[in-house]
């Protein structure tokens, strides 16, 4: 088996951690901001002097390209150098630090593959700057409308289309990634499964798919002094009781299925006034449709009146899990095993560029553990020999792929 080189790695990893470096060791890197323009120059200097052929497409996208011996469609790796406010200095920016470390140790070790090996970084997958997340891998997988996209605006009131042209990373559509025989995207899990398993790899094998309901009690607003407890129509002690019943019900659904309650609107949210609706989200999360169908269910079955408040609920949006393909998933399973690596077969909850571009090229991911399972925080933490090894892996998968 094949081993990358980690003191490099690590070398990288620190080197990219302080464009957009905060005080205590996260970075602020929003999609193309100045931070990231910076990292994205670096980025790019380091692969041209490795020989590498650095283009962009049309949504800025970067490629670094390791030709092959024939002219075959690519084998693809990378994930994102754009990050939160306040994030780490693992989030996706490792994806393509271990995607650069994959191809330098192929040319270190004068491997010579027919395959050519392409490292890709895609523009805005945080949506921190620029909503939608995953903004640029969903306009090449078609999801998204570039149009739409290049009209989303951050705070500043600069549109995603203005940042683009002053960043100098605007290229051709021509260049875009369409085809490809494989593409491996390494993350930090973000979740706390592979230390609490003590496991070295996860090996993903897609990304759940999810419902997001908002439910909505409508009551009447009155004065809170004034107005007797029998004379109300008060929906919070309402929401209260559908919450809890919620929780009873979901409870009883497959152990594995997640669900949150992450937003909560009281109207109008005034200390002295009863409230007239309180509004929630209930999100769920499972691999089998049929499970989140018995969410939806529950949800559809709750009461319409709950006591003199009334209840209504809309779908804010949802998604089918995706499954990632067996092939690439086999090779970096078998990479895991071959490098006597512990590893967990398992579904990313959250979402990643993998799971657009996976409707068009064979795609798996390798999750790498997160230390306390903390994300999108500054002590987000991988530790750099669980870093190395997320690297052998993905090294020896792409070894294995180039062989057929
Ligand atoms: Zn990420």
């Known amino acids: 088996m094949k081993l990358c080189n980690a003191e490099r790695l690590q070398k990288h990893i620190e080197l990219f951690a302080k464009y957009g ?20 120059k670096k980025f790019q200097e380091i692969c041209e002097q490795s020989g590498l052929t650095v283009t962009f497409d049309d949504m800025a996208n970067m490629y670094a390209t390791l030709p092959g011996k024939k002219s075959l469609p690519p084998i693809v790796m990378g994930s994102h150098l754009d990050s939160v406010v306040k994030g780490g200095r693992f989030d996706g920016v490792l994806g393509v630090l271990t995607a650069l470390e994959v191809v330098q140790s192929i040319q270190d070790q004068k491997i010579e593959l027919d395959y050519p090996i392409t490292i890709v970084n895609f523009t805005n997958e945080e949506g921190a ?19 739409d996209m290049f009209k989303s605006t951050d705070n500043k009131g600069v549109t995603f289309e203005q940042a683009l042209e002053q960043s100098g990373f605007k290229g051709e559509k021509e260049n875009r990634l369409t085809e490809a025989t494989a593409y491996i995207e390494l993350h930090i899990e ?16 897609g990304v759940l798919g999810m419902v ?18 029998s004379m109300r129509k008060d929906p919070m002690f309402e929401a209260a009781h559908v919450i809890v019943e919620l929780q009873r019900k979901l409870k009883e659904l497959d152990p594995e299925l997640v669900y949150t309650i992450g937003r909560m609107n009281v109207y109008p949210n005034v200390h002295t006034v009863i409230p007239n609706e309180v509004t929630f989200t209930l999100e769920a999360r499972h691999k089998e449709a049929a499970v989140i169908n018995q969410v939806e269910e529950i949800i559809f079955n709750l009461d319409k009146k709950v006591e003199l408040c009334t209840l209504t609920y809309q779908n804010l949006w949802s998604r089918d899990t995706v499954v990632f393909d067996e092939d690439v998933c086999k090779s970096v399973n078998d990479a895991s095993e071959k490098l006597g690596y512990k590893g967990n077969l398992m579904y990313s909850g959250a979402g990643h560029d993998a799971q657009f571009i996976s409707s068009y090229i064979p795609s798996a991911m390798i999750f790498v553990p997160s230390i306390k399972g903390y994300s999108h925080r500054e002590d987000e933490c991988t530790p750099y020999e669980d870093c190395a090894k997320g690297t052998n892996v993905m090294l020896n998968a792409v070894l294995q792929l180039a062989k057929k």
């Open 190 to 205: 973000q979740g706390p499964v592979l230390e609490h398993f003590e496991k070295d790899i996860g090996i993903v094998e």
């Open 129 to 147: 700057r620029f909503e939608p997340s995953m903004m640029s891998s969903g306009v090449l997988s078609g999801k998204f409308n570039q149009v």
């Open 21 to 40: 470096e905060t005080p205590n060791q996260g970075v602020t890197r929003l999609s193309l901001s100045a931070e990231d323009i910076e990292a994205r």
């Open 212 to 229: 997001c309901y908002e439910i909505s009690l409508h009551g009447e607003s009155n004065h809170a002094g004034t107005t007797p407890i």
